[in-house]
């Protein structure tokens, strides 16, 4: 092909280009009908609304295999919610190690640092596409990290790193890995993930799991800074357990109650977590094998072990973009977006703000293989096409 060749477009384009990194794919056939038994207009107090929250919390437990002895609840403002709900009642006790490779958890060292003005706060931090070196985290503090890396598409690879006997907590944003990964929450104390991401639900709430031993440090620890209301978990030294039946703290969406009821039904109907896994992993499989032939587009994640199979993050390694200022390519990443979406094939894979420029593809379990595997050749299309713009303007 001459360098001002247009090149031909793909004859197959995805069912659903939907590919957002969240709100995320809706579950394969959706359709408003799934929310037809929704407890509209009713008190969520009302004992109609406490059964439909008992029921995502019961559901939630059930298709995670959480264990029997960890409480699970539903909290406000989603996933960031759940996670600073769990950091402004928990941290404080001991010192804290913060790992950071990504925006999200560089979010938590703000956190900890700016807003709640801990002192005793190391950092272990990393560029996108990396780990920190996990070897250096120190387990007789508590530690705040991401399980995988929404914006860098890096995955922690297993629990391995993580002691049993550790005295910290092991406080776990697992947003973009719960129903995709499997998490050994015999080395977490908090996991905290949202609706909207691989189960494909609405937005604004959250859900906080706690062990054990993270129920005893909210009954033997107050925080030496003021609690707001819907960060509350206890009350005279006790937790309160209506939180973990479904008596929210605060008034939640019935309407996206039903619509997370119906995600975990269909994902119940398919098989369960473990079916939830594989339709992930077969999405980054796709990937991978187009990577593998690829001569200008490699994964953002440095290392294959801890490539994430839902929030799939593409960096372009061909040498004409190397030489290109940093702003140009950003703005040919930008380019490759708009006419992927120009021609309805893949809406929102645009690269984080804070990541380098490229692509992100959400992979999680409501994303069909095929439609992964139809968006590949316009991904080329959409390179080899910006390329040949810019020969064109030279």
Known sequence: MSPLARPARPAATPANPNFSSGPCAKRPGWSLQALEGAFLGRSHRAKGGKAKLAEVIERSRQLLDLPEDWRLGIVPASDTGAVEMAMWSLLGQRG??????????????????????????????????????????????????????????????????????????????????????????????????????????????????????????????????????????????????????????????????????????????????????ARAESNLAAVADWVAASDWADFLAEDPATRSCTSICLKVVDGWF??????????????????????????????????????RIWGGATVESADIRALLPWLDWAYASVKAEQAAAA
């Open 96 to 277: 804290v190690d913060l790992l950071a490779w990504e925006s999200f958890g560089a979010g938590w060292v703000t956190d900890a640092v700016k807003q709640l003005s801990l002192t005793d706060a190391r950092r272990l931090e990393a560029n996108y596409g990396a780990l920190p070196d996990l070897s250096q985290v120190d387990w007789s503090r508590d530690v705040v990290f991401t399980w995988n890396g929404t914006t860098s598409g890096v995955r922690v690879p297993d629990g391995g790193w993580i002691p049993a006997d550790r005295e910290g907590l092991a406080i776990c944003d697992a947003t973009s890995a719960a129903f995709a990964m499997d998490l050994p929450y015999d080395k977490l104390d908090v996991v905290t993930w949202s609706w909207q991401k691989v189960l494909g639900g609405e937005a604004a709430h959250g859900m906080l799991a706690l062990s054990p031993r993270a129920v005893a440090r909210l009954e033997n620890y107050s925080p030496a800074w003021p609690l707001p209301k819907i960060f509350r978990l206890t009350k005279g030294g006790k937790l309160i357990e209506g939180v973990f039946k479904g008596e929210t703290i605060n008034t939640p969406s019935l309407l996206c109650v039903e619509d997370a009821l119906d995600g975990l039904r269909w994902a119940e109907s398919i098989g369960g977590r473990a079916a939830l896994i």
């Open 322 to 359: 190397a030489g290109l200022a940093a702003e140009q390519q950003a703005t040919v990443a930008k380019r490759m977006v708009a006419l992927l979406e120009a021609e309805a094939v893949a809406f929102d894979i645009g690269a984080y703000r804070d990541a380098p420029p490229g692509l």
